[in-house]
């Protein structure tokens, strides 16, 4: 049915949820925000949660999660998203370079369980590195919209002051909200901002002495997650720490091919480098197939993740939750498929 | 006729081709996903144009004008659209829109069974007689090593009439019913095919025999006849670009012995020694659901089927290259050659049954001395 609409308007669909992009500013020399518009199945989101989206680059549908920045309560229901243009990233640089208002994108509804509970904690900590602060800044948007009393600290690393998004928007907030503090951490500029250098444990008792008693929700770098979350397991914790990560695709020589552990449902076998249909054949499961030489597609299984090698081609194909041909696919590294 | 050829040469021409077919996949792009999206929405307005203006079908012109652009509709669907993305053809694009496995058409065979029958079987043991079942699909005598009998008089009779009802042979093909009558295959089995069938076919005929007949209140008749043309315009369209692709004089088949342990190579001889092209222009091929390129398709079934205009006439200079036939030819000529085929094989083979002459042979062992 759909597809009978799209004549008319894109943006009319019966089922498909998809958003039109309204807005489009460069907030940072290496970002972009975009506001779009969902069609009327958007059944909005949580403070924290992530939206798919999906984009048509040289012919082929990419997706790649995006955590809306905005408060959940926005007014006209349009959600705001702030993507950082990763040197070598697809998606990233194609929506840094190419969108525009009145491009029409695929969207999925909101998931995750990164978000703030309700009743809201009366102390709340926000941490962020990098591109990392959309789902924080979300939830400090929120809260603020909600007329929220507790305490809260926001604390964001960046390199410098001129890559942090949203930069005015964060000063008016905490100048004009008596309980909200931000801190800014400069990893790369030694003055201005409010601490300097990587994280130290010190950090966190000058910016928000209370931490122990809070709950924090924290979104950034691997590097800087890991050492946050080794010191609240220390300290015993743990539980008070709430994370989300933007995971990025791992990358495996192609001479490394046979490593790692192929996971087809429930069942997981160590990579012997074969196409997956013989390694599934050898797990002794029994996917359906036909040609076994990669013309009829009987074959073709979701991979959740982890990365394929077309053996005929050598393509790779990075991509979670796309379609492969078991019998013309091997594994590179781990791989997960949905059998 | 008989080819020659050394495995060698095999092994070469194999790698040429896969040559061509990775030239075309590294191409893919915009341009394709453009292709394919205009083309569905020139089906989708023939769709909607021609039931919107047979809710007038009591008047004449209406009705040829929503019959004609019906029938276009269906056509586009089933060839250009349906048969290409459901050989997984638009897969690369990830769109789940497009994707092989979710695909459903406008005609009586479940597409799930299609998949089963067309895109393996066929695909995978193309003119193998005995197991490719589209020789003939189970009824015709379109072999001459097709053992004979009194049934086969009736050869042209059935064609005609697997012409005008093709949807449903289609539909009726993955059941099989001549290994039932012979014995070689159990009614239970298509105990799931059936019910998947007979649902289909519930809701085609449902679509086009009641519910758009009803819509149009008094003129039920006339709409009736109006969507039942199209689908006989497509039946014979779908039919005739389908048996001019396999059954034209000089397309070869081969028997199961001589196609044990193929190599790649001698796999893609196969396909393109088993397959026909018709000539045409622009407008024909887009029709024919670029199958008027069978050989290119044959060859290359996952690739996007614009592309095989653009590769065939490198695929014919292997062919040359390499002394192999590449049967191609008009429209008329090649659909004349099969009805002649299908006349001509209801008699007994003249001179009796002659073990069929191999349409390849493989000097061996040249490998070493090389
Ligand atoms: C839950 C969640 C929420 C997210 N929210 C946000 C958000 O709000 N904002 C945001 O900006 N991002 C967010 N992300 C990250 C986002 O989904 C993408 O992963 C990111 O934008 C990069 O996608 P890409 O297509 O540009 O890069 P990809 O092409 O997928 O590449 C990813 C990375 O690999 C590197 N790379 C690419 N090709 C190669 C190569 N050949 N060799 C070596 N390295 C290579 C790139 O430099 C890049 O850093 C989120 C991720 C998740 C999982």
Not at chain 1, 268 to 292: D, W
Not at chain 1, 305 to 320: A, E, K, Y
Not at chain 2, 185 to 211: C, F, P, T, W
């Amino acid at each position: 049915m759909d597809r009978y609409l799209e004549l008319i308007n894109p943006m009319l669909t019966v089922r498909e949820l998809r958003a039109e992009v309204t807005r489009v500013e460069r907030s940072t020399a290496d970002s972009v925000t975009l506001t779009l518009r969902p069609t009327r199945q958007w059944r909005g989101f949580q403070a924290g949660q992530y939206v798919e989206l999906s984009v048509d680059i040289d012919g082929v549908r990419r997706s790649r999660c995006f955590s809306p920045c905005c408060s959940q309560h926005r007014a006209d229901g349009r959600i705001e998203l702030t993507v950082k243009a990763h040197p070598e990233g697809l998606v990233s640089q194609w929506l840094y370079a190419n969108a525009a208002p009145g491009l029409v994108v695929g969207l999925s509804q909101a998931g995750g369980n990164f978000h703030l509970p309700t009743p809201r904690p009366e102390r709340i900590l926000l941490i962020s590195g990098g591109s990392g602060i959309t789902p924080v800044l979300s939830m400090l948007r929120t809260l603020v919209d909600e007329g929220y009393r507790g305490e809260l600290v926001f604390l964001h690393y960046s390199f410098t002051e001129a890559d942090v998004a949203h930069l005015a928007e964060l000063r008016d907030l905490a100048a004009t909200h008596g309980n909200v503090r931000l801190v800014l951490a400069y990893t790369r500029q030694t003055e201005g901002g409010d601490l300097h250098g990587l994280f130290e444990e010190t950090h966190l008792a000058d910016s928000a002495p209370w931490y122990a008693e809070a709950q924090t929700y924290l979104c950034g770098p691997p590097g800087l997650m890991a050492t946050i979350r080794a010191h609240y397991a220390a300290k015993g914790i743990e539980d008070a720490l709430h994370t989300e990560e933007f995971t990025l695709p791992v990358f495996t020589p192609a001479d490394g091919d046979a490593t790692g552990q192929v996971r087809f449902g429930d069942t997981v076998v160590e990579n012997s480098g074969a196409t997956l249909l013989e390694q599934a054949e050898a797990a002794g499961l029994t996917p359906e197939y036909g040609c076994r030489m990669g013309i009829c597609f009987t074959c073709t299984k979701v991979k959740t993740s982890g990365c394929t090698r077309n053996v005929r081609t050598g393509d790779l194909n990075r991509d979670p939750d796309t379609e492969v041909q078991l019998c013309i696919s091997a594994p590179v590294g781990d791989v997960a498929i949905d059998i | 006729m008989t080819v020659t050829l050394t495995e060698e040469q095999i092994d070469e021409l194999g790698r040429e081709l896969d040559a061509i077919r990775q030239r075309v996949v590294e191409d893919l792009g915009e341009d394709d996903r453009r292709y394919i999206y205009n083309v569905i929405k020139a089906q989708r307005a023939f769709e909607a144009g021609g039931r919107a203006s047979l809710m007038l079908s009591a008047l004449p012109p209406f009705w040829l004008l929503g019959t004609a652009a019906l029938s276009l509709s269906k056509i586009l669907d089933n060839m250009e659209i349906g048969h290409n993305v459901m050989h997984g053809q638009y897969d690369w694009m990830r769109d789940p829109a497009l994707a092989s496995k979710k695909f459903e058409w406008d005609t009586a065979c479940p597409a799930d069974q299609w998949r089963h029958s067309h895109n393996y079987m066929h695909h995978t043991y193309t003119n193998i007689v005995d197991k490719d079942r589209d020789i003939g699909y189970g009824i015709l005598r379109m072999d001459p090593s097709q053992k004979w009998n009194p049934y086969y008089l009736g050869n042209p009779v059935w064609a005609f009439l697997l012409m005008t009802l093709f949807e449903y042979g289609v539909a009726l093909h993955d059941l099989e019913t001549e290994n039932i009558i012979s014995g070689k295959r159990k009614m239970s089995e298509n105990r799931d095919l059936l019910r998947g069938i007979r649902r289909k076919v519930g809701r085609q005929v449902l679509k086009d025999y009641v519910l758009f007949p009803l819509l149009t209140g008094p003129q039920f008749v006339s709409t009736l006849t109006a969507n039942a043309t199209a689908n006989l315009v497509r039946n014979l369209w779908a039919y005739s670009i389908i048996f001019c692709g396999h059954f034209p004089t000089g397309v070869a088949t081969f028997t199961e012995e001589e196609t044990e342990n193929e190599s790649r190579g001698q796999w893609y001889i196969r396909q393109m020694m088993g397959s026909a092209n018709i000539t045409g222009g622009n407008l024909f091929h887009i029709m024919s659901g670029n199958l008027s390129h069978q050989i290119e398709h044959h060859l290359f079934p996952d690739l996007p089927a614009r592309r095989y205009r653009e590769i065939a006439p490198d695929v014919r200079a292997l062919c040359e290259k390499y002394g192999l036939p590449y049967n191609t030819g008009r429209f008329s000529k090649q659909i004349g050659s099969t009805w002649a085929k299908i006349f001509k094989l209801a008699l007994p083979n003249r001179g009796g049954d002659t073990a069929p002459t191999p349409a390849v042979t493989v000097v061996p062992g040249l490998r070493d001395a090389a």
